[in-house]
């Protein structure tokens, strides 16, 4: 198992607009707007472009992936055939064919471990306590 990439980017109007003209067939029911939020969905061993899952494109054959440079910033979107390889207990991999690194079923995403742990502290705390942890102070660590 490997760690999923952390990387993000906010997709532009302009990447949103060159899909529209330049994917072989729309988007099917794709509602992303500008500066919307995207995680790279790849794992965190080194890879030339970050991609994240958009939508089903209209064929029916092929998926819109929202990729971006780690280096210059440069944004696309490219239309490609899910990779398809199985994993264990019947998994399939999701992400876009020929991706670099593991398959996304080989990937532990470091942000829902974060939120598993702290809904596990609060539910211990729950079963101690009887009633919700106490919040915060502001400027406490």
Request: a negative charge; glycine letters at 8%; one cysteine or more.
């Amino acid at each position: 198992m490997r760690l999923q990439c952390t990387s993000k980017r906010t997709i532009q109007l302009r990447t949103l607009q060159l899909a529209e003209e330049g994917l072989p067939c729309p988007i099917e029911g794709f509602e992303a707007e500008p500066f919307d939020v995207f995680r790279c969905e790849l794992g965190d061993e080194d890879h030339e472009f970050h991609g994240a899952f958009l939508d089903e494109l209209a064929d029916k054959k092929r998926d819109a992936y929202f990729c971006w440079s780690g280096v210059d910033g440069a944004q696309f979107i490219i239309a490609s055939e899910p990779c398809g390889k199985r994993g264990g207990d019947e998994e399939i991999c999701n992400l876009f064919e020929n991706h670099p690194g593991v398959c996304d079923w080989d990937l532990i995403d470091p942000l829902q471990v974060a939120i598993q742990a702290l809904v596990d502290q609060t539910m211990a705390y729950l079963r101690d306590h009887g009633e919700r942890p106490p919040l915060p102070k502001r400027g406490s660590d």
